[in-house]
């Protein structure tokens, strides 16, 4: 049995806690990133005139929450089945939504994330960046899971 220092295990709670104190923090930032994300779906697809456009924006945000797979998985099969059926305009138009919900999604994310943990913004936007570069897919995950260990570590001071 490992036996841990009073003041070790004390820093080690403390630790911890600020850790889970982040991972609310990132949660409820990712609810902030839902909402602000189906308002903007929601409006594109309205003024694209799409049948059931609130709905429709609804279900792709809750396809967004996967990690990897995410409105991808809706939006790049929808807009070429539109170009092969013969209305280009509204397929490139579909992906013009994506590639702006995409960026729309990282900017705020990476800003409210930085507010939110009291760190600068580029810290999880490096994290973020590094991780999806590095492994992929898999960075994607490691990332959610790495940003609020680097604001506990950067709020102790340590990096």
Not at 134 to 152: R, W, Y
Request: glycine share 8%.
């Amino acid at each position: 049995m490992i036996k841990i220092k009073q003041n070790n295990q004390a820093e080690l709670q403390r630790f911890a806690t600020n850790v889970y104190h982040n991972i609310k923090i990132y949660l409820k930032t990712k609810g902030k990133l839902f909402i602000v994300g189906w308002l903007f779906l929601s409006i594109a697809l309205g003024l694209l005139e799409i049948t059931g456009w609130v709905w429709i924006a609804l279900a792709i945000m809750f396809i967004d929450l996967l990690p990897v797979i995410g409105s991808g998985m809706v939006f790049v099969p929808w807009a070429l089945i539109e170009m092969f059926t013969g209305d280009m305009q509204r397929g490139w138009i579909l992906l013009g939504i994506y590639v702006a919900l995409i960026i729309l999604e990282q900017v705020a994310e990476t800003i409210w994330m930085g507010k939110s943990m009291q760190m600068p913004f580029w810290i999880p936007l490096a994290i973020t960046l590094t991780c999806s570069i590095a492994l992929g897919p898999l960075g994607i995950l490691l990332a959610a899971l790495l940003i609020p260990v680097a604001s506990t570590l950067y709020q102790q001071g340590k990096i």
